[in-house]
């Protein structure tokens, strides 16, 4: 251990979803920073359901499906050469719904190459489908909490797809210390593909929660990929003169004391600061003091960013995550098919167009509204008419003159797909029947499944997880340490207690004051945990602060962000960075593809909240006044 602790260790991720940019790691495999593990991330709950889907049709991946196809086609066939001559390590969750098979996958087709097969690990255990219903129906099922808000569990009517527990790293540190060059999960939390090969490479221990935490910190700020280096980044400018046709994936290079670096390859677009980290960081945390994970419960509300310029600029040090002991019980994402939705759009030009379009979404649902009468089918259960261009999705705080041209965008729900396929029919007709201007592709949509999300929780204990290693089956031990009711104390308070907090009012006597949009003042990023956004909030200069923290409250943001908010929103303080969290519950109108919101991630929600004025003194107001 001590003479692994004098490396620094480098891990460069190449995926934040399924569908990243195949260049992604053909750029980290050839670059000059002599990475020691690739990782990447291919899953979310809709990956999940997808890939369910898929092993039961036998589709989408070799042998019995269910895995992520495109790893073995577009990473693993194509660089896996340089990959074994280079000795980096890969740590990949595109074993989705079936790691084995991606396993088998990949050992035959480094064989079908004629080079020697490496060891490659499957990890299983994270799938309790089959054993969910009986877990419910005795009583082992928790219920997950948000902000105080508890879940409730499925209906019994659904048909449930899928159900999976997010699990932790130590069980892919077993993984390499048993010899393994590639490693395949399925549903572990995204930065366990990170803190996994630390925990080995440093030989770090269940008990140690301020390491454990400062790794998952580096993998959950990697596991987006560009979104650290540039990508959906506030001042999308400076990222732009970087170069994004070639933009660089991130890199970290980690201590053995848990401190890292954030970077990417040379001579690569995009660009790393504290800007572009600290957004990352913000990125769908929640509570930023008690990050529960499977290992450990974060504490990043005083972690500190600091620009590099030696030995080139373009790097961001990070430092101060602490950690607590984790929970006895994991997070487990379930899925479920809850009917049928459509979507469709079409140009409408013209004088008024805003107004036409949504008269022609009111007469196109009304003239299905009558067929389905006339057919005893029932009516729709949601239905959307928009017209995008309008500043609609901004309600009150819409700002925009009579556009000449929208797009008018229609969505329904529904139990009966041929509902849905009625109302396909009657899209065309609008263009010779309705208002003038009509255009645009006006293909026939085909109604789709609508898949809702849940969350529960369950006991580790019961989740048995094994590793596969060639023939070998590896009984892994989870590690369970403190009952749920234990983590339910809040603790933000007591982290902003231990720093030094900037005051609450520095402006001078007299000072005149102006108000400035918030862009001025702060980053910002925004994302989706179900039906919650988190909008993240991170101050350009530590004068800002205590202006921010004083007008951007909780009570303000949901006064701003009220037409779209259902539930309550609720503040967090990151005093570490001058930065604020939001969590806005009950906002994404069901969340992901349950949603009939154009904006079902609240991606633009931050962007939104940046819009917000805010009062600060005329002294510092004008120094981002190009940040509009």
Request: one cysteine or more; charged letters at 25%; glycine letters at 10%.
């Amino acid at each position: 251990r001590q003479e692994m602790s004098k490396r620094t260790v480098k891990i460069g991720c190449h995926s934040a979803f399924w569908g990243d940019s195949p260049l992604a790691a053909q750029q980290l495999v050839n670059c000059d920073e002599k990475l020691d593990y690739l990782v990447s991330d291919y899953l979310a709950e809709i990956t999940m359901c997808i890939l369910a889907r898929s092993k039961k049709e036998a589709k989408g991946g070799a042998g019995e499906g269910g895995f992520v196809q495109e790893f073995v086609d577009f990473v693993w066939k194509p660089l896996m050469k340089k990959i074994v001559e280079k000795n980096i390590k890969v740590v990949t969750n595109a074993g989705g719904m079936n790691p084995v098979g991606l396993k088998e996958a990949i050992e035959r087709a480094a064989k079908e190459s004629g080079m020697a097969v490496p060891k490659v690990a499957a990890i299983t255990g994270d799938d309790i489908f089959d054993s969910l219903e009986s877990f419910r129906s005795e009583g082992k099922l928790a219920k997950f909490s948000v902000a105080g808000e508890e879940e409730e569990l499925w209906n019994d009517q659904l048909p449930l797809m899928s159900a999976n527990a997010y699990t932790g790293a130590f069980s892919i540190a077993e993984a390499l210390r048993n010899g393994a060059q590639i490693v395949v999960t399925g549903r572990c939390v995204d930065s366990a593909l990170a803190l996994g090969p630390l925990i080995h490479e440093f030989g770090w221990k269940e008990s140690d929660y301020d390491l454990l935490s400062s790794g998952s910190l580096a993998g959950h700020i990697i596991e987006c990929g560009c979104q650290a280096t540039g990508g959906n980044f506030t001042d999308w400018r400076d990222s732009l003169a970087g170069g994004w046709e070639n933009v660089g994936f991130p890199i970290v290079e980690v201590e053995s004391d848990g401190n890292f670096v954030v970077t990417k390859p040379k001579n690569t677009g995009g660009i790393v600061t504290v800007g572009t980290v600290g957004e990352q960081l913000l990125y769908e945390i929640g509570d930023p003091a008690r990050y529960i994970l499977p290992d450990v419960v974060c504490d990043w509300s005083n972690v500190k960013l600091s620009q590099l310029e030696a030995p080139q600029p373009g790097r961001v040090r990070v430092e101060g995550a602490r950690g607590n002991a984790p929970s006895n019980l994991y997070k487990v994402s379930v899925t479920a098919l809850e009917g049928f939705r459509i979507n469709t759009s079409l140009l409408i030009g013209g004088e008024s167009a805003a107004d036409k379009a949504r008269a022609v979404g009111k007469a196109i649902f009304g003239r299905v509204n009558l067929l389905l009468k006339q057919r005893k089918m029932e009516p729709f259960t949601e239905t959307r008419v928009e017209a995008i261009g309008s500043e609609e999705t901004y309600g009150p705080h819409a700002n925009v003159p009579a556009n000449r041209e929208v797009m008018l965008r229609m969505a329904a729900r529904h139990s009966n797909p041929k509902a849905l396929s009625m109302l396909a029919r009657e899209i065309a007709p609008s263009a010779t029947s309705m208002a003038p201007g009509i255009t645009g592709d006006v293909a026939r949509p085909r109604p789709t499944p609508v898949i809702r999300f849940f969350s529960v929780l369950v006991p580790k204990d019961l989740l048995p997880i094994t590793i596969h290693l060639g023939d070998q089956k590896i009984a892994h031990k989870s590690n369970s340490t403190k009952s749920l009711s234990s983590l339910k104390e809040p603790q933000t308070s007591k982290a902003c207690q231990s720093c030094k907090c900037p005051p609450k009012n520095v402006a001078q006597a007299n000072e005149e004051m102006t108000s400035v949009p918030l862009i001025r003042l702060c980053f910002g990023r925004s994302g989706d945990k179900g039906d919650l956004s988190n909008i993240g909030l991170l101050c350009r200069l530590p004068d800002y602060y205590p202006f921010v923290k004083a007008a951007v409250t909780a009570e303000a943001v949901s006064r701003h962000m009220g037409h779209l908010v259902k539930g309550k929103v609720i503040r967090y303080e990151l005093p570490g960075l001058n930065a604020l969290n939001f969590v806005l519950t009950k906002s994404l109108g069901g969340g992901g593809v349950a949603s009939m919101n154009v904006d079902r991630q609240g991606k633009t929600y931050a962007q939104m909240l940046l819009g917000m004025k805010v009062p600060v003194p005329k002294r510092l107001a004008t120094r981002f006044a190009s940040k509009l």
